[in-house]
C-alpha cells in the first residue's frame, strides 16, 4: 500500500457512470503471499505492549466505529467521510453507497489493524492509514463495480455456483442464543442464573 497517494481527485460528484478509480485492479504484477512480504509467520512476534489500545483491542465491531483524527483532533474521518472521499475520486454514489462504504470500511479498518498486530515490527503504525484503507475502498469498488466480480457466497446465493462450492471464509465472531432460562439452569442462592 502506498502511503503517498492524493486522498481527492477532482471528478463530478453525482457522476451515474462507472468510472475507473483505482488503477491497483487489475494488477499488472503478480501478488505476494503474506509470508513472502512479511518475511515470517503471525504471532512469531511478541511486541504488542507498544500498540495503541484500540489498535490491541480491534475487533470487526468496534472497526465499524472507528475514525481517525488528523492533528488537532477537530476533524474524525469514519466511513461516511470515505464515503465522500470516494465519490471526489470518480465512483458513482448509485454503487459506492453509504452502506456498502461502511461495510467495506469495517472489514478493511479489522484487516490493516490485525495486519498491524500479527506483524508488529514491519508494520507498526504504517498500515492503519486514511490513505491505505481509502485505496482498499477504491480497490473494491474497482474489483467489484467496474469488473463484475462477486463473493463465493454471493455467487452461491445468486444461483451462479453450486452451494458444493469450496470457498474459504473468515469467522469474525461467534454469538451464543442459547435460551438459559430453562428448568435445566437451577437458581443459585443470590438470584443468578448459572
Known amino acids: 500500500l502506498n502511503s503517498n497517494i492524493s486522498l481527492v481527485h477532482n471528478a463530478p460528484e453525482e457522476s ?27 504471532f512469531h512476534q511478541n511486541m504488542l505492549g507498544h500498540l495503541p489500545d484500540k489498535l490491541r483491542r480491534m475487533n470487526p ?8 483524527h488528523d492533528g488537532s483532533d477537530l476533524d474524525c474521518i469514519g466511513a461516511e467521510a470515505f464515503c465522500h472521499m470516494l465519490v471526489q475520486s470518480g465512483a458513482s454514489m448509485q454503487y459506492a453507497s453509504k452502506e456498502w462504504v461502511a461495510n467495506h470500511y469495517k472489514w478493511i479498518v479489522w484487516k490493516l489493524a490485525c495486519y498491524e498486530r500479527c506483524y ?8 492503519l492509514k486514511v490513505s491505505n484503507v481509502l485505496e482498499e475502498l477504491k480497490y473494491r469498488y474497482e474489483r ?4 463484475g466480480h462477486r463473493s463465493a ?6 444461483g451462479d455456483f453450486p452451494p458444493s462450492s469450496m470457498l474459504v471464509l473468515c469467522i469474525s465472531s461467534i454469538h451464543s442464543n442459547c435460551d438459559l432460562k430453562t428448568e435445566a439452569h437451577p437458581m443459585t442462592s443470590n438470584g443468578a442464573e448459572n
Open 61 to 68: 465491531d468496534n472497526a465499524e466505529k472507528y475514525v481517525f
Open 153 to 158: 457466497i454471493k455467487r452461491i446465493l445468486e
Open 144 to 147: 467489484e463495480v467496474n469488473h
Open 120 to 127: 508488529p515490527v514491519k508494520c507498526s503504525g504504517k498500515l
Open 16 to 42: 451515474c457512470c462507472k468510472g475507473r478509480v483505482s488503477t491497483r485492479y487489475p494488477f499488472q504484477v503478480p501478488r505476494m503471499y503474506m509470508t513472502e512480504y512479511f518475511g515470517v509467520s503471525p
